[in-house]
Nanobody
Framework: QVQLVESGGGLVQAGGSLRVSCVAS????????MAWYRQAPEKSREFVAR???????KYADSVKGRFTISRDNTKITTYLQMNSLKPEDTAVYYC?????????????WGQGTQVTVSA
């Protein structure tokens, strides 16, 4: 069974930086696209960033130039480096991945990690 576990969230002042991580575990034979989403209170979950297994990246316009997604395939870990944080970045950040496990490819989600940016 494949699991994704996020860590690294916390409280930071506006203008500060934070890095969140997502570690995959289980019977994994291949990890394809990995992505970060976020959900603020009373708002829908929104796309933040995505990275392919080849390293191609895509960002939401709201975070472009401030956030960087990366992955370490040897550690099956995906990172989201967040700089110049704003209060509107406050949300629960979720990791998502397309991963091939025992039963073939599937889409998996982590449990989320809270990021709070104070003004």
């Amino acid at each position: 069974q494949v699991q994704l576990v996020e860590s690294g969230g916390g409280l930071v002042q506006a203008g500060g930086s934070l890095r969140v991580s997502c570690v995959a575990s289980g019977s994994i034979s291949r990890i394809s696209n990995m992505a970060w989403y976020r959900q603020a209170p009373e708002k829908s979950r929104e796309f933040v960033a995505r990275i392919s297994d080849g390293g191609n990246t895509k960002y939401a316009d709201s975070v472009k130039g401030r956030f960087t997604i990366s992955r370490d395939n040897t550690k099956i870990t995906t990172y989201l480096q967040m700089n110049s944080l704003k209060p509107e970045d406050t949300a629960v950040y979720y990791c998502s991945g397309t991963i091939r496990g025992v039963g073939g490819f599937g889409d998996y989600w982590g449990q989320g990690t809270q990021v709070t940016v104070s003004a």
